[in-house]
């Protein structure tokens, strides 16, 4: 039974570029949550994607955007990219039929901005 | 990996004693509340979680405790094994919401 897989496993961006992570969920999921941790801190929900739709979204700017694709699979895309994003970005995936509880996370991408 | 432990709260215990980890949540509004343990270079890992109708849930040598009158939650490690060594998060979810908020997360460290 596969478990969350994120890629790529590290990244690093220039001031101003742009970044698309990728995420694909366990198996049997149609849910997928993005966090941003930064070092030290717990993660913070950025937004959730359900049924290919932005369901709900956290504290974070327009510069952050998703997608998700009809195998449930998704991106997260940082546009304008500043030295506070570097993260450990985590996706997290879960079944809306249990009520989306339970999340179970991958093993994130680290993005360093320089 | 990367450490997730930097300016975290610690917690070091002896091998085969008990753990406690606690954690303040801040919604009166959540009604559901995980643990996760998080190992260096590694996502967080779910333990165990509790509704806010229970007060007291037990896994495999795990059991959290809810307090709802201070908003306090608690995870007990029975018989703490070398392998518990990592940060653990506690998080909140508030009714209607599907946005986990985590706490500022405990590292514990197991003396062999």
């Known amino acids: 039974d596969a478990g969350v897989t994120q890629s790529p496993t590290h990244l690093i961006k220039t001031r101003g570029q742009q970044v698309t992570l990728r995420c694909s969920p366990k198996?049997?999921?149609?849910?997928v949550s993005w966090y941003q941790q930064a070092l030290g801190q717990g993660p913070q929900f950025i937004f959730q994607y359900y049924e290919e739709e932005e369901r709900q979204r956290g504290n974070f700017p327009d510069r952050f955007s998703g997608h998700q694709f009809p195998n449930y699979s998704s991106e997260l895309n940082v546009n304008a990219l500043l030295l506070g994003d570097s993260a450990l970005y985590l996706c997290?995936?879960?079944?809306?039929?249990?009520?989306?509880?339970?999340?179970?996370f991958g093993p994130g991408t680290r993005l360093t901005v320089t | 990996g990367e450490s997730v432990g930097l300016h975290l709260p610690t917690l070091s215990v002896q091998e085969g004693d008990n753990s406690i980890i606690n954690c303040a949540y801040s919604n009166s509004a959540s009604d559901y509340f995980i643990w996760y343990k998080q190992e260096s270079g590694k996502g967080p890992q779910f333990i165990i979680d509790?509704?806010?109708?229970?007060d007291k849930r037990q896994g495999q040598r795990v059991t959290v405790l809810l307090n709802k009158t201070v908003k306090h939650l608690s995870l007990q490690i029975a018989a703490t094994q070398p392998g518990d060594s990592a940060v653990y998060f506690c998080?909140?979810?508030?009714?209607?919401?599907?946005?986990?908020?985590f706490g500022k997360g405990t590292k514990l460290s197991v003396i062999p």
């Open positions: 198996s049997g999921h149609d849910t």
């Open positions: 509790i509704r806010s109708n229970m």
């Open positions: 998080a909140e979810v508030p009714a209607g919401s599907y946005q986990l908020t």
């Open positions: 997290a995936s879960s079944l809306a039929g249990t009520g989306n509880l339970e999340q179970y």
